[in-house]
Nanobody, 125 residues
Framework: QVQLVESGGGSVQSGGSLGLSCAAS????????MSWFRQAPGKEREWVAW????????YSANVSKGRFTISRNNAKNTVYLQMNNLRPEDTAVYYC??????????????????WGQGTQVTVSS
């Protein structure tokens, strides 16, 4: 089982930017799709962005499209989430996750068995 460790969270004002990183331990990082999810207090965990094994394809949820960019560096076993023009409603704990099955679409939470511990992002107005 892989270990995922997120970093880069913090507090910013509305309109600011943050860059999150997720470092993966172990081998075979390049053979798995990766995603970022987030969970706000009192809300369900929601998908934010997905990237394919070789970075050939990436998708973002509507709430993040045009503001968040997912990327990865397989040589460094790391996936990133660059977040620009942040809004108070982006406040949440952000998690990276490794897609370990393919029963549904890329945003299907049940297909992700490996998760990081999360990093807090707080956006103030």
């Amino acid at each position: 089982q892989v270990q995922l460790v997120e970093s880069g969270g913090g507090s910013v004002q509305s309109g600011g930017s943050l860059g999150l990183s997720c470092a993966a331990s172990g081998d075979a990082f390049s053979t798995y799709d990766m995603s970022w999810f987030r969970q706000a207090p009192g809300k369900e965990r929601e998908w934010v962005a997905w990237i394919s094994q070789n970075s050939g394809t990436a998708y973002s949820a509507n709430v993040s499209k045009g503001r968040f960019t997912i990327s990865r560096n397989n040589a460094k076993n790391t996936v990133y989430l660059q977040m620009n023009n942040l809004r108070p409603e982006d406040t949440a704990v952000y998690y990276c996750a490794r897609r370990t099955s393919n029963t549904g679409a890329y945003y299907t939470i049940a297909d992700y068995a490996d998760w990081g511990q999360g990093t807090q992002v707080t956006v103030s107005s």
